[in-house]
């Protein structure tokens, strides 16, 4: 947990003194999953409400909550997972609901509502979305605001949060933003590119989120979050290139694109949904910024103050940046900021990740099969198809890289940090992994890794990843332009260090 988060909020108790019981719904979503890791680590007991508790079971959390199944449609479900709770977090929305998404939402709401009533909760709290209120709103933005009028209404006392775009990897709104930005250099925009907007950082909206337990009024009131600047999309596009180390963006906007032609063109260029984009798109004509500031006189900024839109994408990208790419593998791991991806987002989260995996089963032992992994490369080459391996570094060396005149400093034996060939090992665990950074030019960050783990028989199961992140629209041209030399490359290399099928490389 990222201490800034919590930082100077009390725990809120219920009246026998102890840690108050926050039922979460909405798990799955972006800021559910995160808000449950926060609370756990803040001390609270969290039950889930979940439609499908088995899409659950790959959070690391799971174990650590109590979990009630049931559809949100379903008012004595919703009763049942209410039942002794304290604090209500109202994060259902049904954005990616193709028809009539606002009549669902909103009886959604009110079944809440009645249910929140009936169980005496002491407090519900919604995350909505923020826009100006006297222009006239998108459907989704007017679906958010219409669910924070009937909870305030059910008798339940009901803090609603609105926030604009939230700055977070998961996030669609940054997502969009991310994958616009880093694919086009150049870009033709909707006129929506200059309204105003306040971004705000996810770790701020989980502080709010998580301070709103403890307020001691009975508060039944809107506010307003955002983060401390007040810029247009353009601006965001500009920074976030400049942040993600990209080249200068150019950006003309257009007043005859419609949002209907905008949400066609992010759904080719990005990959995050059709119906999410236009319903994201159609509300970016709102200027989201904050009425006023009346929030802090309830929760105070963390130290340090609040989170800049710079810094937020900064932390957004802090696992590429230091290339630690392991939460990619394994949804056991869990990290540490809630800037960065988790396993259980989207397969459109996170940015753009190419790989190319590779899987061989054989009968030699573990310990035979990484004296392979671990004297791959120079002198030794790396499979049947090393001819392309030293292809690919006389290309490098061409445009001025190194190519593969760095050799092995030892022919058996690696140590962490040395350079072998035209990588860098990055990471040693034997006799299980063996992660190579790439060190040869590229538009983009790549990694070789190879993973040995023991069969039942006594055998090895290896595993091979190549990883890739693409910067810029030149990076993506780059994965497809090589890929057809992986079906050469890559499963010879995979076979060699399971079977021995090495050829040297020539000298």
């Given at each position: 947990?990222?201490?800034?988060?919590?930082?100077?909020?009390?725990?809120?108790?219920?009246?026998?003194?102890?840690?108050?019981?926050?039922?979460?719904?909405?798990?799955?979503?972006?800021?559910?999953?995160?808000?449950?890791r926060e609370l756990l680590s803040h001390g609270y007991r969290v039950r889930v409400f979940a439609r499908n508790i088995e899409r659950l079971h790959s959070y690391p959390w799971f174990n650590q909550v109590e979990v009630v199944e049931g559809d949100a449609a379903d008012e004595a479900a919703v009763s049942r997972a209410l039942k002794d709770v304290n604090?209500?977090?109202?994060?259902?929305?049904?954005?990616?609901?193709?028809?009539?998404?606002?009549?669902?939402?909103?009886?959604?709401?009110?079944?809440?509502?009645?249910?929140?009533?009936?169980?005496?909760?002491?407090?519900?709290?919604?995350?909505?979305?923020?826009?100006?209120?006297?222009?006239?709103?998108?459907?989704?933005?007017?679906?958010?605001?219409?669910?924070?009028?009937?909870?305030?209404?059910?008798?339940?006392?009901?803090?609603?949060?609105?926030?604009?775009?939230?700055?977070?990897?998961?996030?669609?709104?940054?997502?969009?933003?991310?994958?616009?930005?880093?694919?086009?250099?150049?870009?033709?925009?909707?006129?929506?590119?200059?309204?105003?907007?306040?971004?705000?950082?996810?770790?701020?909206?989980?502080?709010?989120?998580?301070?709103?337990?403890?307020?001691?009024?009975?508060?039944?009131?809107?506010?307003?979050?955002?983060?401390?600047?007040?810029?247009?999309?353009?601006?965001?596009?500009?920074?976030?290139?400049?942040?993600?180390?990209?080249?200068?963006?150019?950006?003309?906007?257009?007043?005859?694109?419609?949002?209907?032609?905008?949400?066609?063109?992010?759904?080719?260029?990005?990959?995050?949904?059709?119906?999410?984009?236009?319903?994201?798109?159609?509300?970016?004509?709102?200027?989201?910024?904050?009425?006023?500031?009346?929030?802090?006189?309830?929760?105070?900024?963390?130290?340090?103050?609040?989170?800049?839109?710079?810094?937020?994408?900064?932390?957004?990208?802090?696992?590429?940046?230091?290339?630690?790419?392991?939460?990619?593998?394994?949804?056991?791991?869990?990290?540490?900021?809630?800037?960065?991806?988790?396993?259980?987002?989207?397969?459109?989260?996170?940015?753009?990740?190419?790989?190319?995996?590779?899987?061989?089963?054989?009968?030699?032992?573990?310990?035979?099969?990484?004296?392979?992994?671990?004297?791959?490369?120079?002198?030794?080459?790396?499979?049947?198809?090393?001819?392309?391996?030293?292809?690919?570094?006389?290309?490098?060396?061409?445009?001025?890289?190194?190519?593969?005149?760095?050799?092995?400093?030892?022919?058996?034996?690696?140590?962490?940090?040395?350079?072998?060939?035209?990588?860098?090992?990055?990471?040693?665990?034997?006799?299980?992994?063996?992660?190579?950074?790439?060190?040869?030019?590229?538009p983009g960050l790549a990694w070789l890794e190879f993973k040995a783990e023991k069969t039942a028989d006594g055998g090895t199961k290896v595993t091979q990843r190549a990883i890739y992140v693409p910067k810029g629209l030149l990076g993506h041209l780059y994965w497809w332009a090589v890929l057809p030399m992986h079906g050469l490359v890559f499963p010879s290399?995979?076979?060699?260090?399971?079977?021995?099928?090495?050829?040297?490389?020539?000298?």
């Amino acid at each position: 947990m990222s201490k800034d988060i919590t930082s100077g909020l009390e725990l809120a108790r219920n009246a026998k003194g102890e840690p108050a019981l926050c039922l979460v719904t909405g798990a799955t979503g972006y800021i559910g999953g995160r808000l449950i890791r926060e609370l756990l680590s803040h001390g609270y007991r969290v039950r889930v409400f979940a439609r499908n508790i088995e899409r659950l079971h790959s959070y690391p959390w799971f174990n650590q909550v109590e979990v009630v199944e049931g559809d949100a449609a379903d008012e004595a479900a919703v009763s049942r997972a209410l039942k002794d709770v304290n604090i209500a977090y109202y994060l259902l929305h049904a954005l990616m609901v193709k028809d009539a998404f606002e009549e669902q939402e909103k009886a959604w709401a009110e079944s809440f509502g009645r249910a929140a009533k009936a169980n005496h909760v002491s407090r519900i709290i919604y995350l909505g979305g923020m826009a100006e209120s006297k222009s006239k709103l998108s459907a989704h933005l007017a679906s958010r605001a219409e669910t924070g009028e009937i909870l305030r209404a059910s008798g339940v006392p009901t803090i609603e949060l609105r926030a604009g775009v939230v700055i977070g990897s998961g996030s669609a709104s940054f997502e969009m933003l991310r994958y616009l930005t880093e694919r086009l250099p150049v870009m033709v925009t909707p006129k929506w590119v200059t309204v105003r907007i306040q971004p705000i950082a996810v770790r701020d909206v989980l502080r709010y989120l998580i301070g709103s337990a403890s307020i001691k009024e009975p508060l039944n009131q809107d506010f307003d979050i955002g983060g401390p600047e007040v810029l247009t999309y353009k601006d965001l596009m500009l920074q976030y290139a400049e942040a993600a180390g990209l080249k200068k963006r150019f950006i003309l906007p257009l007043p005859v694109l419609t949002p209907k032609l905008s949400a066609g063109w992010v759904g080719l260029v990005t990959p995050v949904p059709m119906t999410l984009a236009r319903r994201l798109i159609d509300s970016l004509k709102n200027e989201v910024v904050a009425r006023d500031e009346s929030i802090k006189k309830y929760i105070p900024d963390p130290p340090g103050g609040l989170t800049s839109f710079k810094k937020a994408v900064s932390l957004a990208l802090t696992r590429i940046k230091e290339a630690n790419v392991e939460t990619r593998w394994s949804n056991a791991s869990l990290p540490g900021s809630p800037s960065e991806p988790l396993p259980t987002d989207p397969d459109w989260a996170g940015g753009s990740l190419y790989t190319d995996v590779r899987t061989e089963v054989t009968k030699d032992s573990i310990d035979k099969v990484w004296e392979r992994i671990e004297s791959i490369g120079g002198d030794n080459g790396y499979s049947t198809a090393t001819w392309a391996w030293e292809l690919r570094g006389l290309m490098d060396r061409v445009i001025g890289g190194v190519g593969l005149r760095r050799g092995r400093r030892d022919e058996n034996h690696l140590i962490e940090g040395e350079s072998l060939d035209f990588w860098r090992v990055e990471a040693i665990d034997r006799p299980h992994l063996l992660r190579l950074r790439a060190e040869m030019k590229l538009p983009g960050l790549a990694w070789l890794e190879f993973k040995a783990e023991k069969t039942a028989d006594g055998g090895t199961k290896v595993t091979q990843r190549a990883i890739y992140v693409p910067k810029g629209l030149l990076g993506h041209l780059y994965w497809w332009a090589v890929l057809p030399m992986h079906g050469l490359v890559f499963p010879s290399m995979v076979k060699h260090v399971a079977h021995n099928t090495r050829i040297k490389r020539a000298k």
